[in-house]
């Protein structure tokens, strides 16, 4: 654990002897008052959002509990999907992105004002659509409940906050262009245009019948493929192989992957139908697509784990906070993701769809994998924006441990709860009461590991905001696990 | 990969792509969908929805009733959406082309409602339901919808919108009050009783 070499690399981790390269340390004052902003914005959205999950599984158990119309399951369960996907997401995305986006290419960031404006009005208007949903003005539309008329402010501050990734590209002082910033650049383009034509085609100018269904699921897989996804997958890029002090194994795959990624992950959205009201060969064209997603997921897994394992420095992984979140998330990335490419196989998606399966699934994703990861990210980030170490290597831990044990429960009790629910109503032999009582202590146990990530999440907001405060004390050296 | 241009270009195509093939192409393929008659000179299908439950289907949404209620049946062999009742055919494409907002679902916590309104056809129940799920389905992990319901003072005679509560039933109207749904519970329910599966498609047939 502390052999000279492990401690050598270690030592990357150090923002303090990163701060001497005056360059960089230009670079991050520039970014410091955006993506802490952003970051405050995105740990209190997960703690509420969070707190609204916990809220919701209850329910599920106790359908009495706070019963009111407010928060009654449909609208709790809501607001608990707005609050993590565009409170906690897409506010820790903008954080990442503009960060990652400035340092790799070597650009200060001017005009730092303008992604905060766009920040305070998207946070703004989620509180807005939020209350919204709470007196009942949904529109239905999974992934885009809030009132239509929140979208042309969103889209204009996305555009506010977004375009700072592509100034910066374009203003870059290196020749060489990496794998992160492709992703962070795509992203940025798809969101806007996906967000655009769902709104239009669901909500403004309604489509016909089922067209409204595909195009949602369209949106709705992919505003989570093509924008949370290539992000999270940036920062993973870019956090594996800089504190591992390696390069990326192979730039070549990286290149397969990013453009199978781009064709496959585009078309996969029609496998939330399977067996609906929409045309068949459209489905058999989101199974194709949805199988062979697992092309870019292998290539990157491939890419990810020759770069972890050649470089032989275990402890490095397990002791840096950054390294073991990131690595987790990368992990349970290509878990979820080979798991996502079976369930849109016909016969496992018949037992799967209008399951607990599905909603497991979603977790993994978004949580086992994304939100573990931006973690990682955050580890790294804050502490050379704040020019202080994290305060207490205990919290992390605790921060650790909640959110996998968590995450991971909550999958595996999801994943075997849903098959047997999907079992259960296939068999057409017990009644939906029955189903719903044999449904019980599985919706206990989603509760408890929902809460146990929860905790975590205050953990980590209230571990952030200390570290922020004016008259936190400094730690010398970094805060890692070992030492 | 240096090149901007082909980095955007590739962007650009890969989404255009999917959303020729997935969205546009289903815009082009529906637009021709119109209600039929099954025999010649009969009643179109779908039929279109009344004032009222167009009124409750905005109840429905609401209430975030879509999210535990699919409005779907996956034709036999897929599931047990048939064998279940939960209608006589499959739903196909045109069965939705008059609904202003498409509500299919993606999650089953409770049962298929795309045929509710074959299944159970009497007002009285669905109030009951709504009021509490535990009076006409006991064991039910569905919450009761009490703020479609209103509390009044009983008149000479009951009015005859008043629900049943069982007289044993914790929130049973005390002495001199009665339960009657309020505008939104009625909606709710004609909207309820509106989903229907009961006609033919040129795409799917009902069971004969």
């Known amino acids: 654990m502390s052999s000279p070499s492990v401690q050598n690399i270690l030592s990357r981790h150090n923002p303090l002897a990163e701060g001497n390269l005056s360059r960089v340390a230009q670079i ?38 706070l019963n009111i119309e407010a928060l009654t399951f449909g609208r709790s369960r809501t607001l608990h999907l707005n609050m993590v996907a565009y409170g906690w997401s897409f506010n820790a995305i903008f954080a990442v992105s503009i960060w990652l986006m400035h340092r790799l290419s070597r650009a200060e960031l001017r005009n730092g004002w303008v992604p905060i404006l766009g920040g305070i009005g998207w946070n703004l208007t989620l509180v807005y659509g939020m209350f919204a949903i709470a007196d009942g003005q949904m529109t239905g539309v999974e992934w885009l ?97 800089k504190v591992l002090g390696r390069p990326i194994h192979s730039y070549y795959l990286s290149v397969v992957g990013f453009w199978t990624f781009a064709l496959f992950y585009n078309w996969a959205g029609i496998h939330h139908l399977l067996g609906g009201p929409v045309p068949v060969w459209l489905q058999s ?14 290539v990157t897994a491939i890419n990810f784990h020759y770069t972890t394992t050649s470089s032989q420095a275990w402890g490095v992984i397990w002791g840096s906070p950054t390294l073991r979140f990131t690595v ?6 290509t878990l979820s993701s080979f798991a996502g490419s079976l369930m849109a196989l016909r016969d496992v998606n018949a037992v799967t769809h209008f399951t607990n399966f599905t909603i497991g699934h979603a977790h993994h994703g978004m949580h086992a994998s994304l939100t573990m990861a931006l973690f990682g990210a955050f580890y790294f980030i804050l502490p050379r924006l704040a020019q202080r170490e994290w305060p207490s290597a205990a919290l992390i831990h605790l921060h650790f441990w909640l959110c996998a044990i968590g995450t991971i429960g909550y999958v595996v009790v999801m994943s075997i709860h849903g098959w047997m629910q999907g079992m259960q109503w296939n068999a057409a032999v017990m009644t939906p009461a029955q189903i719903a009582a044999a449904a019980e202590p599985w ?41 | 990969m240096k090149n901007l241009y082909l980095i955007y270009a590739g962007v650009f195509f890969t989404i255009a792509f999917s959303w020729g093939g997935l969205v546009l192409s289903s815009q082009i393929q529906q637009a021709g969908l119109v209600p039929v008659a099954s025999e010649e000179g009969g009643q179109l299908y779908p039929r279109k929805a009344s004032g009222y439950a167009i009124q409750g289907k905005l109840v429905y949404i609401s209430q975030g009733c879509n999210y535990c209620h699919s409005q779907q049946v996956r034709p036999a062999g897929m599931g047990g959406d048939i064998a279940r009742g939960w209608g006589q055919r499959s739903t196909v494409s045109r069965d939705y082309i008059l609904q202003d907002r498409v509500l299919l679902g993606t999650m089953r916590t409770g049962p298929d409602l795309a045929d509710i309104g074959g299944r159970q056809s009497s007002d009285d ?33 009951p009015s005859k919108d008043a629900i049943h509560v069982p007289p044993t039933h914790a929130a049973a109207a005390p ?23 009961d006609y033919n498609s040129p795409e799917a047939k009902l069971k004969e």
């Open chain 1, 28 to 65: 991050d004052r520039s970014l410091r008052s955006p993506v802490v902003f952003f970051t405050v914005m995105a740990a209190l959205w997960l703690v509420i959002g969070s707190i609204f999950g916990v809220i919701s599984a209850i329910k599920l158990h106790v359908p009495e509990f």
């Open chain 1, 145 to 241: 409940e809030m009132p239509r008329e929140v979208a042309p402010v969103l889209g204009l501050c996305f555009l506010l906050i977004g375009l700072w990734s592509v100034v910066a590209f374009s203003r870059r002082q290196t020749t060489h262009v990496y794998v992160s910033q492709w992703y962070i650049l795509a992203a940025m383009f798809w969101l806007p245009i996906l967000y655009l034509v769902a709104q239009m085609m669901i909500l403004w100018f309604p489509a016909r019948g089922t067209v409204q269904a595909i195009t949602n699921w369209w949106f709705g897989h992919n505003a989570i493929g093509l924008f949370l996804t290539p992000v999270g997958v940036a920062s993973m890029y870019y956090f594996i192989p």
């Open chain 1, 285 to 298: 064209a989101g199974i194709v697509a949805s199988v062979m997603m697992v092309i870019p997921v292998l």
């Open chain 1, 328 to 333: 987790f998330g990368a992990m349970n990335y």
């Open chain 1, 443 to 483: 919706n206990y146990a989603r509760t408890i590991c929902g809460s146990l990530m929860t905790l975590g999440h205050i953990v980590f907001c209230v571990h952030v905001l200390w570290m922020l405060a004016p008259r936190a004390e400094k730690r010398q050296g970094p805060t890692l696990f070992a030492r």
């Open chain 2, 125 to 157: 129940w669905h109030y009951l339901h709504l009021f509490d799920p535990q009076i006409t389905s006991p064991g039910s992990n569905m919450p009761s919808f009490r703020q479609l319901f209103a509390l009044r003072p009983l008149g000479a005679t």
């Open chain 2, 175 to 197: 002495a001199g009050y009665e339960w009657v749904p309020s505008e939104r519970g009625r909606n709710l329910v004609a909207y309820l009783r509106s989903l229907r599966l």
